[in-house]
């Protein structure tokens, strides 16, 4: 009779199985598996700039791709009539090619190492528009418990602890929370993602947010709904500023 395991115990023996192999055969580009050159850590010379490098002009409200001149008074044409509860957001990169591999992967059961190593990382290549938010500790997006009892680990909050560390900054998952229950956004519409997520956050009871500025973590921005709510909850608890923190913006 076949047995079938949990995601989370199948990603708990093939971490097992990476480490092993990473003794054995060491030096491999942790996206694409292709050799490392000695003077390279983590990713290849392809992989690398794919995933850190992103000359695109953006929007420092929503962090959404924008022409010259499109930005006016610190929002763009796509998010100026958005009443969005964050002050501000920063991203990785754009939602495409090698960054989204690395997303999809950072959602899988083994992928919590890569989710931590990719916030430390985007904390270094960033450090100075991070200081400049002046944000005191991060926050990540909670998932619901039973969606994190599968995977094993809240993937928003990997990519959260490695940016926390990189950055030197606390680590608070506790602080907000999921009070309601939603589909998922995936195949939603703009106007259907703001509806799905409304008042799906809350600050948890006994966080110290009064007069605080928060960084908010996530994978990925599309319209910027889940971002908002979780600002709004933390706002309405006492942090003075919110501010986001993807590791891809996509154009939704």
Not at 117 to 144: C, I, K, N, S, Y
Not at 196 to 206: C, D, E, I, K, M
Not at 212 to 241: C, I, N
């Amino acid at each position: 009779m076949p047995t079938f395991w949990p995601p989370w115990l199948t990603g708990a023996g093939c971490g097992l199985l990476g480490g092993v192999l990473d003794l054995v055969y060491p030096g491999h580009c942790l996206l694409c598996g292709a050799p490392l050159p000695p003077e390279h850590a983590h990713f290849c010379r392809s992989c690398h700039p794919a995933l850190f490098h992103d000359p695109a002009e953006r929007c420092p409200r929503c962090a959404g791709n924008v022409g010259p001149y499109a930005v006016i008074d610190g929002q763009c044409a796509n998010c100026r009539k958005e009443p969005y509860y964050f002050d501000q957001a920063l991203r990785l990169g754009p939602y495409d090619g090698a960054l989204r591999d690395a997303v999809l992967r950072v959602k899988r059961p083994v992928g919590e190492g890569l989710g931590e190593l990719l916030g430390e990382l985007w904390a270094a290549r960033d450090m100075e528009p991070f200081q400049r938010l002046a944000v005191e500790a991060v926050v990540p997006v909670p998932m619901r418990w039973w969606r994190r009892l599968w995977r094993g680990y809240n993937h928003s909050e990997a990519i959260a602890h490695g940016l926390a560390r990189g950055l030197a900054l606390p680590h608070h998952r506790g602080w907000l929370r999921r009070v309601r229950y939603q589909r998922k956004q995936v195949g939603l519409s703009a106007v259907e993602r703001r509806e799905n997520v409304r008042g799906a956050f809350a600050a948890r009871l006994g966080a110290h947010l009064a007069g605080k500025s928060v960084l908010v973590v996530d994978d990925v921005m599309t319209t910027g709904s889940t971002a908002s709510d979780a600002a709004r909850a933390l706002k309405e608890a006492g942090a003075a500023r919110v501010c986001v923190a993807v590791l891809a913006r996509a154009q939704g």
